[in-house]
């Protein structure tokens, strides 16, 4: 992919990036949202909508708590919407290289927060005596650093993702070995069984809610077997 | 203690810039200096002024550590920006800070992370597994999503900017403290709608294949249930797509 192709996805990334913690925090960053837009730049909303499906199963075993670690899922799910529609939704071994290229880019990508976090930290520090002081331009100063570092940081991880793993992804679907029709169903089965496992846990906890679980299931699997 | 009124344009600059308020977030005052960052327009209005002794003093206070749900955070940027602007005893608005960080967090966290955003995300899910289209799941999840999400910031400003010192029984209406059992019960039942819908419809085949990755999420689910750890899924789910990845391409 040449520079002027990546750099839609980047300048997407960078946004999903922004939105995951910083600005506005309006959910653009959810993988079925920025997979779907990824796809949808490289002309194949449908194949960013399917990887988005299955990064979206996953990110439902993680929740943005405070200060705790988590997967970066904003420029993932726009790296995997952009890989996937690249390689080809129909080619076998696609969908199993995207996600794994998706699941990389958020566990990075999940580290360089905290590494930017630590960078703000460092400024606040540098800056302390001024906001002690009350200045506005220090309050102000110190907010609009961080937005634009994260913003910066959501456009690099993308642009260097994408370029990586497009290239990569193509030469793996190549040589991929296993049948689509099995690489595919296991990759979407995982996926399913990481969402009903979580979800299960979250929505179950301590309530009686459990009997709901399964009531939907059953509408769940009874409209499955209608299809 | 004066009354002050709190004119429009500013109360939106201040609701507009809570969209911002994690923009610094830091692992030394965390929120702390994204709260005088929203709180900053209204403190112009103290004696003295944009720049004055008081507004400064005010700003520096309100952008020392502190910790809450960033859309939750409404709550605590109106309530203490009234406070600041009803002059009240700097000591007194040091410990209203730090007694409105634990509550604003927690039913925050359980509200929209464990509950809202979940809940929507499965809607989008099961809008898919019924046959809906990119633009349609796309759009269904954004605008549900977010009508929850900026009227709960605007709520939360708009009580912290009319009750101040008082604002903790907002915290306590029937209405915040029973919307995590609502969508917990909702959540649990579309869990169950939405999964196997999604999966079946993104395997695409039907017959066998879907029947067998089905059953896969069910036990793969049981499994995984019983895990008592949080988000150790997806590292799981990376680690067996590693394996089938090295030995697809190896193979």
């Known amino acids: 992919m040449s520079f002027l192709e990546v750099l839609p996805i980047a300048l997407l990334g960078a946004v999903c990036g922004l939105d995951f913690v910083s600005f506005p925090q309006a959910m653009i960053s959810r993988p079925i949202v920025g997979a779907t837009a990824g796809g949808a730049i490289l002309g194949s909303p449908s194949a960013g909508l399917l990887i988005g499906v299955v990064l979206e199963l996953l990110a439902l075993d993680t929740r943005p708590f405070g200060a705790s670690r988590y997967p970066e899922w904003g420029t993932a799910g726009v790296t995997g919407g952009a890989v996937f529609a690249s390689v080809g939704a129909g080619r076998p071994g696609g969908l199993a290289v995207a996600a794994f290229v998706s699941l990389v880019t958020a566990m990075l990508s999940g580290s360089s927060m905290v590494l930017l976090r630590k960078l703000i930290g460092a400024r606040a520090a540098v800056t302390r005596e001024l906001i002690e002081a009350g200045s506005e331009r220090a309050v102000v100063g110190l907010q609009l650093f961080g937005l634009t570092a994260d913003l910066l940081r959501g456009f690099i991880l993308t642009l260097l993702a994408v370029a990586l793993a497009v290239p990569l992804a193509r030469g793996m679907v190549e040589i991929w070995g296993l049948p689509a029709t099995f690489s595919n169903a296991a990759v979407i089965g995982l996926a399913g069984a990481v969402a009903g496992g979580s979800l299960w846990k979250f929505f179950t906890a301590g309530t009686r809610t459990g009997w709901l679980f399964l009531a939907g299931l059953v509408i769940g699997l009874g409209f499955v077997a209608v299809q | ?251």
């Open chain 2, 1 to 251: 203690m004066t009354r002050i009124h709190v004119p429009f344009m500013t109360r939106l600059v201040t609701w507009l810039r809570l969209f911002a308020v994690q923009g610094s977030w830091n692992y030394e005052i965390l929120l702390g200096n994204g709260i005088g960052f929203c709180a900053e327009p209204a403190l112009r209005l103290l004696p003295g002024g944009r720049g004055g002794d008081k507004y400064r003093r005010a700003l520096a206070r309100q952008s020392r550590y502190f910790n809450a749900h960033p859309y939750l955070a409404a709550v605590a940027v109106g309530a203490l920006t009234r406070a600041e602007l009803e002059e009240v005893d700097p000591a007194k608005i040091e410990r209203f800070r730090t007694a409105l960080a634990g509550p604003l967090g927690s039913v925050g966290d359980r509200l929209v992370w464990s509950g809202w955003l979940p809940l929507c995300s499965l809607l989008a899910l099961g809008a898919y597994g019924v046959g809906g289209s990119a633009g349609l799941v796309v759009a269904l999840f954004l605008i549900v999503y977010n009508v929850g999400h900026v009227a709960l910031r605007a709520w939360g400003l708009k009580v912290g900017f009319s009750q101040g010192t008082e604002v903790a029984k907002s915290l306590s209406t029937p209405l915040l403290r029973r919307s995590p059992e609502w969508i917990d019960r909702a959540g649990a039942l579309l869990a169950g709608i939405a999964v196997p819908t999604a999966v079946e419809r993104a395997v695409g085949i039907g017959g066998e294949v879907s029947a067998v990755a089905i059953g896969a999420v069910l036990i793969g689910g049981v499994v995984l249930a019983r895990i008592p750890n949080t988000s150790v899924g997806w590292r799981l789910a990376l680690g067996i797509l590693s394996i089938i990845v090295l030995y697809a391409v190896l193979a």
